[in-house]
């Protein structure tokens, strides 16, 4: 699940939608063709053929028809009449597909080559049978060009529609300095502009031409985060794991090059994953799997993940990205912490990228407050992360849904508020688990760590106090 990972954005959350749509704020363009608005002196394209416009006239009268699927599919064989690259996509179930737009699906996706890599995909357009299209129909849009640009290399922007077959509006999502703007504009001129949408060039419409050496064999989807996707791919008879992400950044291997030489220096025997860089990409080894709620809560792979964590922060990196996803099993033998691509300095205060259901109760609070723009990092932040992965695993399923929901839409004070109070439940224990023991050596010690965040500097000293809880909840049967 992706959901358990913000990185902060000009949203609204709501929870009302059953597709939990993000309310983007966007603006209104003030061009008055879409030329205009896409910023371009003109789309090379010819006229729309009289059979387009047939055709569109046709679907306005059918736009109601209460078989949807019916009128999507038949919508779908009209539009690859105009453009090949265009296909329905609302039953899609690839795990790329879902991947990259976390669950939800666009009604049809312009994709290149007939497949979900992120750099293949161009646009998307959503189909509404409603006579009024509504700002949260125009949220979803934008939502899913923001999920395309968060994943496409060297991506600018991506422009989508939305239409009833009466009324188009066109929507753009842009990122500048990693924070995305929204923008809408409303055409008058429907079977027009979609005519020029529909045979315009990708280009146009934002896409970047980007490729992977053929000679990296892309080989399965690993996983993804909240602005990356993780690719296994084998090369040179060895099997690397290739993230790809918006930036391309090579911040991870700067950081596991610092930790590599801190534990050379200091003759360490704690293991990290290996970054290396190979023809432009970051790649990383070994590929493992991500970890099972099972394993996480065994103390053998515990104590691999908090070693690693100090490296990390000896040398003066707050990870704040700990989470279950982040966690790779190796062989049955080893865990691995992964991605510090989301890292900062113990101290910094700004716009949060990381961990949200795994998130110490402080960095909610702000997050709440601030509405992500002002959320402060300390070293203590991913230590408390790492007993709150511990404890939320062994929740019950149906807590973990809600927990999920809860985070999926940046609902921080009813996080912290239902986090506890499920945390605090005597389902989190096995039989033989006294409750009030429970409160006493795990909770409050883990409140009493929050509440001093900002004055525990000393990653020994933190590291001890971690080991005392986790001793506790051994002892209470929470880990093995």
């Known amino acids: 699940n ?23 704020l966007y603006s209104e363009s003030s061009a008055e063709t879409l030329e205009q608005f896409l910023r371009i002196d003109s789309l090379k394209v010819d006229q729309p053929s009289e059979d387009f416009k047939n055709i569109i006239k046709i679907l306005a009268t059918k736009s109601n028809c209460r078989s949807e699927n019916k009128t999507s599919y038949k919508f779908d064989d009209v539009l690859k009449i105009f453009n090949s690259s265009i296909t329905f996509t609302g039953d899609q179930r690839r795990d790329d597909f879902e991947h990259l737009f976390r669950g939800n699906r666009p ?14 995909v161009v646009s998307i357009i959503e189909k509404k049978k409603n006579i009024t299209i509504t700002p ?19 991506r600018q922007y991506a422009v989508g529609c939305l239409t009833n077959y009466k009324r188009i509006i066109f929507g753009k999502a842009s990122i500048i300095n990693d924070k995305f703007t929204y923008e809408r504009f409303r055409s008058i ?37 909240t602005n990356s996707m993780v690719y296994q791919i084998a090369y040179n008879n060895n099997k690397y794991a290739m993230k790809i992400s918006n930036k391309m950044s090579k911040k991870e291997f700067d950081i ?13 025997s704690v293991e990290i994953i290996k970054m290396d860089i190979k023809e432009d990409f970051v790649l990383s080894q070994p590929v493992g799997k991500m970890i099972k709620n099972d394993d996480i809560c065994k103390k053998e792979y515990i104590i691999q993940i908090l070693n690693q964590l100090v490296i990390g922060q000896k040398v003066r990196r707050v990870h704040r990205d700990i989470r279950i996803n982040n966690i790779i ?114 909770i409050n010690r883990l409140i009493e760590i929050e509440s001093e965040r900002e004055n525990l500097r000393d990653i020994n000293v933190l590291h001890t106090r971690c080991m005392k809880i986790i001793e506790a909840m051994d002892k209470l049967g929470l880990i093995s």
């Open 329 to 442: 099993l190796y062989d049955n033998s080893y865990a691995y912490l992964i991605d510090w691509d989301s890292s900062t300095s113990n101290g910094f205060k700004g716009e949060y990228e990381g961990a949200f259901i795994t998130a110490s109760t402080p960095v909610l609070r702000q997050y709440s407050s601030s509405k992500g723009k002002e959320v402060s990092a300390y070293y203590a932040d991913d230590w408390m992360s790492i007993i709150y992965m511990i404890l939320l695993s062994r929740c019950r399923k149906e807590d973990q849904v809600l927990l999920k929901s809860l985070a999926s839409n940046s609902m921080a004070q009813d996080l912290i508020i239902d986090r506890q109070e499920i945390l605090t439940n005597e389902a989190i224990l096995p039989s033989q688990g006294n409750l009030e023991d429970y409160k006493q050596e795990v």
């Open 107 to 120: 009604d049809f996706t312009w994709v290149i080559e007939d497949n979900f890599y992120p750099w293949k």
């Open 189 to 225: 001129n429907l079977v027009e502009d979609f005519w020029k949408f529909l045979r315009c060039n990708s280009i146009d419409l934002g896409h970047v031409k980007f490729s992977v050496p053929d000679f990296f064999k892309i080989e399965s989807l690993l996983g993804g985060g």
């Open 2 to 24: 992706l959901s358990d990972s913000v990185r902060s954005h000009n949203t609204q959350s709501s929870s009302k939608s059953k597709r939990s749509v993000i309310q983007h």
């Open 136 to 154: 949260a129909d125009i949220s979803q849009m934008l939502e899913y060009l923001r999920l395309i640009v968060r994943v496409s290399p060297k």
């Open 256 to 268: 596991a090059q610092e930790m590599e030489a801190y534990i050379k220096e200091y003759k360490l």
